[in-house]
């Protein structure tokens, strides 16, 4: 079995965020994407790479997590 160290977080809301940031505080590699530019700073006590695109984000980890707010917000991030 493959080891994972890059995870990706999209969802950095009131549930989200604490959860991407306890992922970085386990020692993964977090790397995010979010539709605003504000979302990220729920990540800013712990390490991560912010990155412009959902592709970008899928090109560098190994697992990505989604915690969004419904089946639309899944599909309509699926294809950006």
């Given at each position: 079995m493959r080891k994972?160290?890059?995870v990706g977080f999209i969802g950095l809301?009131?549930?989200?965020?604490?959860?991407?940031?306890?992922i970085a505080e386990s020692g993964f590699d977090l790397h995010v994407w979010a539709r605003r530019p504000a979302s990220p700073t729920a990540v800013a006590a712990v390490p991560h790479l912010v990155h412009d695109t959902v592709a970008d984000v899928a090109a560098s980890v190994e697992l990505i997590a989604l915690c969004l707010r419904d089946d639309t917000d899944i599909w309509n991030l699926l294809v950006l």
């Open positions: 994972i160290s890059n809301g009131d549930q989200g965020g604490p959860m991407a940031e306890a």
